[in-house]
């Protein structure tokens, strides 16, 4: 089984297209029942009931559960509502993406690839990327600058040995951080490459160099990414996937000692 995961608002939010997320779900997954779409909403958005009422029809064909929550500190405090969502996820939930509401769906049948793909993946801890970045030759501040896949999918596995989604609102960056320290320390690429594109994201001016986000949220989580407490965490989450893997295949040669 697949989750979904995406946080939405109406309110102070003009690229909101969750409908428009879900119709494309509806025409283009190969079986609805194996996928479930765990939605965070705030509680101080206007338009949360009118978002509720909009997205009632697709639950004749997905599991839809939701969330009404505290914003918090809304953008920054994304992490927070993706654990939240997590701890609801169907016990049978395989992997684990995280969306924003302004993406589509373009490929047919893309949760029977993802599917696919996981039940053929030896390891239980693993992300699948679009984009297989060459971390080996970066540092950390190039990989979330320069190679940083924006919507990976993961293993619950993975969830379960990093406890959720991370710690920083952007999972995508302390993401790309861990995938980097798995090949630069520990010599293990647990990146497990996605043969199509599945999804686009019709709002990326919302998103981009361009955008005050990026230059104010989006910065400072990567400066606090940066520091040396951020990074010692992330360094002793992927020690942990390491040594998960490495247990998981009995310490074979192919999974090399840390330095």
Same mark, same amino acid.
């Given at each position: 089984?697949?989750?979904?995961?995406?946080?939405?608002?109406?309110?102070?939010?003009?690229?909101?297209? $969750?409908?428009?997320?879900?119709?494309? #779900?509806?025409?283009?997954?190969?079986?609805?029942?194996?996928?479930?779409?765990?939605?965070?909403?705030?509680?101080?958005?206007?338009?949360?009931?009118?978002?509720?009422?909009?997205?009632?029809?697709? %639950? /004749?064909?997905?599991?839809?559960?939701?969330?009404?929550?505290?914003?918090?500190?809304?953008?920054?405090?994304?992490? &927070? #509502?993706?654990?939240?969502?997590?701890?609801?996820?169907?016990? !049978?939930?395989?992997?684990?993406?995280?969306? #924003?509401?302004?993406?589509?769906?373009?490929?047919?049948?893309?949760? !029977?690839?993802?599917?696919?793909?996981?039940? /053929?993946?030896?390891?239980?801890?693993?992300?699948?990327?679009?984009?297989? *970045?060459?971390? =080996?030759?970066?540092? *950390?501040?190039? #990989?979330?600058?320069?190679?940083? /896949?924006?919507?990976?999918?993961?293993?619950?596995?993975?969830?379960?040995?990093?406890?959720?989604?991370?710690?920083?609102?952007?999972?995508?960056?302390?993401?790309?951080?861990?995938?980097? $320290?798995?090949?630069?320390?520990?010599?293990?690429?647990?990146?497990?490459? @996605?043969?199509? &594109?599945?999804?686009?994201?019709?709002?990326? %001016?919302?998103?981009?160099?361009?955008?005050?986000?990026?230059?104010?949220?989006?910065? %400072?989580?990567?400066?606090? @990414?940066?520091?040396? %407490?951020?990074?010692?965490?992330?360094?002793?989450? =992927?020690?942990?996937?390491?040594?998960?893997?490495?247990?998981?295949?009995?310490?074979? *040669?192919?999974?090399? *000692?840390?330095?």
């Amino acid at each position: 089984m697949l989750s979904i995961v995406i946080a939405s608002r109406l309110g102070g939010n003009p690229n909101s297209r $969750l409908k428009r997320l879900l119709a494309s #779900a509806v025409d283009t997954c190969n079986d609805p029942a194996r996928c479930e779409f765990l939605i965070k909403l705030d509680n101080d958005d206007p338009g949360h009931e009118a978002l509720r009422r909009s997205i009632a029809p697709f %639950a /004749e064909k997905f599991v839809i559960r939701t969330l009404v929550s505290p914003r918090g500190r809304g953008y920054l405090d994304l992490h &927070k #509502a993706y654990n939240d969502l997590f701890f609801m996820a169907n016990e !049978a939930a395989q992997l684990f993406w995280v969306l #924003a509401d302004d993406c589509v769906f373009i490929r047919k049948d893309w949760d !029977a690839l993802l599917l696919r793909i996981a039940a /053929e993946t030896p390891i239980p801890a693993f992300c699948i990327n679009e984009h297989l *970045a060459d971390f =080996a030759a970066c540092n *950390a501040q190039q #990989a979330i600058d320069g190679h940083m /896949e924006n919507f990976p999918i993961f293993s619950r596995a993975w969830l379960n040995v990093l406890g959720g989604f991370g710690q920083n609102s952007f999972t995508d960056a302390s993401t790309a951080i861990i995938q980097h $320290l798995l090949v630069r320390n520990h010599n293990i690429d647990l990146r497990i490459p @996605l043969p199509a &594109k599945l999804i686009e994201r019709r709002m990326w %001016a919302a998103d981009c160099a361009g955008s005050s986000r990026w230059s104010d949220e989006r910065a %400072a989580n990567h400066r606090a @990414l940066l520091t040396p %407490a951020h990074m010692e965490m992330l360094a002793c989450q =992927a020690r942990n996937l390491w040594l998960q893997t490495a247990h998981h295949v009995g310490a074979t *040669a192919e999974i090399a *000692a840390p330095p």
